[in-house]
């Protein structure tokens, strides 16, 4: 491998006199180029960019995948441009367990048919939950990465670039300086102290010896002054271009916006529907858990109660006020629901409700009903009364007012 001695002793120097200018400079030995104000402006902008869109992509990287491990696999998988494997959201995964569970207690018993329906509601968001993350990965975070390692590193290496100048340019300035100060010392001060022509020789020769070496450091002057403004020129195209960085960013950022808006209006229209079906038949599965489960052992004070003499008991029917006792057994009929003479309420809709039967009332969100509880009523419900319209109300659905 051959080398070029000349350029790497040239390089060497320029080094060298870098270092030399930098530390002087550290120091307030020597001055220092200073760039206008609308320049610095626009590095502190460029500046404060990169370090806002760093937090910005780490944490919105932590938003969508809180497991760490996760995040350094995925990136090791991104920087061997390899495809990341496809991992199981932690709804799906519970979904799984909770399907697996239903299985295993009996999907036709109750609490085998309420796993199954929660857990179908959890597949669904774990779905949901990994197209969100899809979609802000490529609509928000590749055009942040994009811009750190492909913007930002060009502004980054145009900025040193300009760097090296204004250290060549401030160099050459103190080179053209001490060469004109030993000219002028040189042609003020001459030799006279003795006579002969030789001291006069010695005096010319000198002062024609700085004249040179001034003309050759404005010569260079001239040269690292021009390299200096196309590389400042350069650098400030590129710190102006931010401003559409911004605006790219900003759009981005709506999309991302848009992106859990939708996400997150999923998630709430699925649980709005699970919460409906679990509460229409919570009451049922109450109330039927022991019939419906043939295989269920008998608890512990069911135990000792068997090995007691029989007590003759009374059997006790829930009276509803207003109402025969058929109707506590059997299908409760608004229409023959008298409300107590105290005890009625006040409530605000939170949600829209679609009535599933006559017995139900249906509701609007925001508006004000009046609401009371009879004996003997599942306590997840209600009778609510608007107008001359009546019917059963699930509780969650309502905002109980003093």
Known sequence: MEFNVKKLASDAGVFFSRAMQ?????????????????????????DCTKNWTEKILRQTEVLLQPNPSARVEEFLYEKLDRKVPSRVTNGELLAQYMTEAANDFGPGTPYG????????????????????IHSASINFLTPLRNFLEGDWRTISKERRILQNRRLDLDACKARLKKAKAAEAKA???????????RNYVLSASASALWSDEVEKAEHELRLTQTEFDRQAEVTRLLLEGISSTHVNHLRCLHEFVESQTNYYAQCYQFMLDLQKQLGRFSGTFVGNADSTSPAAAPSPPAVAAATLPAVPTIPVVPT???????????VLNPNEVKPPASGTRKARVLYDYEAADSTELALLADEMITVYSLPGM??????????????????TYLELLS
């Open 22 to 46: 930098f530390t002087e400079e550290k120091l307030g030995q020597a001055e220092k180029t200073e760039l206008d104000a609308h320049f610095e402006n626009l590095l502190a902008r460029a």
């Open 113 to 132: 048919k309420t796993l199954i329906k929660v857990g179908e509601t959890q597949r669904r968001l774990g779905a949901a939950e990994r197209e969100f």
């Open 187 to 197: 042609a003020a001060v001459p030799d006279f102290q003795e006579t002969r022509p």
């Open 320 to 330: 509803i006020v207003g109402v025969p006792n058929t109707v506590a057994e059997g």
């Open 378 to 395: 599942d306590p997840d419900w209600l009778i609510g009364e608007r107008g001359n319209q009546k019917g059963k109300v699930p509780v």
